[in-house]
């Protein structure tokens, strides 16, 4: 019975809006059966490359359990993976990719890395910011040169992601975070 009332209460909020406007979006691409970039939780098309920033939730089992990564591509010197859930990107330099051989994988965070901050590298400057990348995998776009740590600002954690479009690649949408340089890759209907 509670668990109806709680399902109820659920609906009530996701119809007008007041979980999406406190949590951000709800990024699941493999829900995305109908609509493209659509919310799973209010159904609104979310992901626009038009428009200004838009707020993304964090995909909670994607952090806990690990990301399912599939190749998206080779860029510059690196393998270039994407989470089939919540378009997160993976950066390997080809030379020291572990998932070289595997077109699927799946991979956890690396909670120091989230705790401490990323130790990146310069990866190449592409639409007017500078792309860095940790042995972690993790990618950021800044639009600061010389970086050789990158940290998850409080306000990433707590109210999610900020992210606008900034180019489409191998037939995916990315955007970047406006508060911590996170990149993220929006495809269609995977």
């Given amino acids: 019975m509670l668990a109806l009332k709680l399902k109820m209460v659920e609906t009530t909020w996701n119809c007008s809006g007041v979980v999406c406007a406190l949590l951000g979006h709800d990024v699941d691409m493999l829900s995305w059966h109908n609509c493209s970039a659509c919310c799973r939780r209010c159904a609104t098309p979310f992901l626009s490359t038009r428009e200004g920033d838009t707020r993304i939730g964090h995909v909670v089992s994607c952090f806990l359990f690990g990301h399912g990564y599939h190749l998206m591509g080779t860029r510059d010197g690196h393998n270039e993976?994407?989470?089939?859930?919540?378009?997160?990107?993976?950066?390997?330099?080809?030379?020291?990719?572990?998932?070289?051989?595997?077109?699927?994988?799946?991979?956890?965070?690396?909670?120091?890395?989230?705790?401490?901050?990323?130790?990146?590298?310069?990866?190449?400057?592409?639409?007017?910011?500078?792309e860095y990348a940790c042995d972690c995998g993790h990618s950021f776009l800044k639009r600061r040169t010389g970086m050789v740590v990158v940290?998850?600002?409080?306000?990433?954690?707590?109210?999610?992601?900020?992210?606008?479009?900034?180019?489409?690649?191998?037939?995916?949408a990315e955007f970047f975070c406006r508060n911590c340089g996170h990149t993220f890759c929006f495809g269609e209907k995977q």
């Fill in 151 to 172: 940290k998850h600002p409080l306000v990433c954690f707590l109210a999610g992601h900020f992210v606008r479009f900034v180019e489409m690649r191998n037939g995916y």
């Fill in 81 to 130: 993976y994407v989470c089939s859930r919540c378009g997160h990107p993976l950066l390997f330099a080809i030379a020291h990719d572990p998932y070289r051989e595997c077109f699927v994988f799946k991979k956890k965070v690396r909670y120091l890395c989230n705790l401490f901050g990323h130790k990146v590298h310069q990866l190449t400057n592409r639409s007017s910011f500078t």
